[in-house]
């Protein structure tokens, strides 16, 4: 197999700021490999938060072309083989090697893990941090029937009281670790009078105990929103790890180093009566596509990566409103766009 791969710049339509911090740019990695006159299409996302820079990914990239072989196929044995290092490298891989496989069948990839296409759960639209008037406005003009609020801001129950005055739509909050413990428990009783959905990772990612001591105290003042953990989870073991602390994990390519890794992430939760949330880094449609073939297998769905770039060089996954459906064509269903 032959890997190639190019560099690409996102430019985000407006400043995405949650509490880990800022950007106005992402710059992800695009993959390419090429067996016997097909190729498959895969993208790693440069996260600062967890280390990952676009000219390592590159670098990860540059050494494995000794491990692909010749069999797309036979993607368990490659991944196993690969290195270790980049996570989103691997996952960029992992991505590739199911788009070739499924275009080399000449099926989408959702029909050959099985799953409904007809089954997707709507996207949630999200609201980064920002003044909260600025958002409120935001989240009235979005028109999005499911808003995901990033908190840890500083002005979380304000925020939260002029959105639900602007809108009826459903909301999840983020805090992205941006809380302490105690501040957690007295910040989500008074966001829960909204009607919340779910809360997503109170504390900081590594805190089980600070869980399990949040969800019992809440719990006891009759407080029961579930509590979902994302920083908190990489890796499937990351899930297990986590039983009996959350009621869900989010679950990311990026994290799970692809496709293979958040199935086994996925049924792990499931095995643990946990809930499943699907959702993605600043990805362009490539790598939401690809997050979006297991959303049948999803409670929530947070897929607006695309929505948050200018100039998205590939059309996959179509959007209407928060109605989300994959493509029919044979593999991601993914293409570039000639313009582009
Ligand atoms: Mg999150």
Not at 151 to 173: F, K, P, S, W, Y
Request: charged fraction near 25%; include cysteine; hydrophobic fraction near 45%.
């Amino acid at each position: 197999m032959k890997i190639t791969w190019e560099p690409i710049t996102l430019n985000l339509k407006t400043t995405f700021r949650i509490a880990h911090g800022a950007s106005d740019q992402r710059h992800n990695v695009l993959v390419r490999l090429e067996q016997g006159g097909a190729h498959g299409l895969g993208e790693a996302a440069a996260v600062p938060y967890y280390g990952e820079t676009q000219a390592g990914i590159i670098e990860y990239l540059r050494g494995i072309r000794e491990y692909l072989g010749e069999d797309p196929a036979l993607i368990e044995d490659i991944l196993e083989r690969l290195p270790p290092g980049s996570r989103a490298a691997r996952a960029g891989v992992d991505m590739a090697l199911h788009d070739l496989w499924a275009r080399q069948i000449g099926q989408p990839l959702y029909r050959l893990l099985g799953l409904n296409p007809a089954k997707l759960p709507q996207t949630s639209f999200t609201i980064p941090i920002q003044e909260p008037e600025a958002a409120a406005e935001r989240a009235r003009l979005s028109g999005y029937p499911i808003l995901k609020i990033k908190l840890g801001g500083g002005r979380d129950v304000e925020t939260i009281a002029l959105i639900r005055a602007a809108t009826t739509a459903r909301l999840r909050v983020d805090a992205n670790a941006g809380w302490g413990r105690e501040q957690a428990l007295e910040i989500i009783p008074r966001l829960a009078e909204y009607g919340l959905e779910l809360v997503e990772q109170p504390l900081a990612a590594g805190d089980i105990e600070g869980l399990r001591w949040l969800r019992l105290e809440l719990r006891a003042q009759g407080v029961d929103t579930p509590i979902f953990v994302d920083e908190s989870v990489l890796t499937a073991r990351d899930v297990a790890a986590h039983a009996g602390a959350a009621d869900g994990v989010v679950i990311k390519l990026m994290k799970s180093e692809g496709i293979r890794g958040a199935l086994r992430a996925i049924h792990t939760a499931r095995a643990l009566g946990m809930q499943v949330m699907l959702s993605c880094m600043v990805e362009t449609s490539l790598g939401v596509t690809a997050a979006a073939h297991l959303a049948p297998l999803c409670d929530y769905v947070d897929l607006d990566g695309p929505l948050l770039i200018r100039d998205d060089p590939f059309e996959g996954l179509r959007y209407q409103e928060a109605n989300i459906s994959l493509p029919e064509c044979p593999g991601l269903g993914v293409e570039r766009r000639a313009a582009l």
